[in-house]
């Protein structure tokens, strides 16, 4: 069962990022596994973005999307351009499930291949189509989504996903190591010994 379908509309104009959801303008000085592990506020906040496009205006933030350790969630590239567009996603690998020319609708799910999807950490988006992933998050983290095309990437073409559990078990997550250099808003913090 799918838990959750973020659809990620890529939209570029004139040079100027025009995303659904996929935003991350904010730049940040602690980086957001830190502030994560070490609970410090005002770095980011989970549930920044909505996993449907809003339609709304672009913003600064830090684009974080909450999932739960092993949920298994849907997500829609969308390309409404004339290049190929390539994603990547840190830290889990997904199913490629469905790809096809147009806009993506319900009923696309229809025709995905549910038998041997390939499984990858990177895709594509042919232009003026959509390609649709399957993730099984199984991987605890603060993880990258982000486009691979460079100028895009830095302009904000991404969002992180943080997958949480409530367990401190070393089997879900290893702690931050003892030697990690800690910058930003932790610095002076101590790590726990592993």
């Given amino acids: 069962m799918v838990s959750r379908v973020p659809m990620l509309e890529i939209r570029m104009n004139d040079n100027i990022l025009k995303s659904g959801d996929m935003r991350n303008l904010e730049p940040f000085i602690t ?104 993730v099984a998050l199984d991987n605890v983290g603060m993880w990258n989504l982000r486009s691979e095309f460079w100028a895009r ?5 991404q969002l992180y996903l943080r997958v949480y559990t409530s367990s401190t078990s070393l089997r879900d997550e290893y702690p931050i190591p003892k030697n990690a250099l800690l910058c930003g808003r932790a610095v002076g913090r101590h790590t726990r010994p592993l």
């Fill in 31 to 134: 980086p957001l596994k830190l502030a994560d592990y070490f609970n410090i506020g005002g770095v980011f906040h989970v549930g920044s973005i909505s996993s449907i496009p809003t339609g709304g205006g672009i913003y600064l933030d830090t684009a974080v999307l909450g999932a739960n350790h092993r949920d298994f969630i849907e997500i829609i590239f969308e390309n409404t351009e004339e290049i190929v567009q390539s994603y990547h996603l840190n830290g889990n690998s997904f199913f490629v499930v469905g790809m096809d020319g147009g806009q993506w609708i319900p009923a696309s799910r229809n025709q995905y291949n549910l038998r041997d999807a390939v499984f990858r950490s990177t895709t594509q988006v042919y232009p003026f189509s959509w390609t649709a992933v399957y």
């Fill in 153 to 157: 990437q830095y302009l904000g073409q």
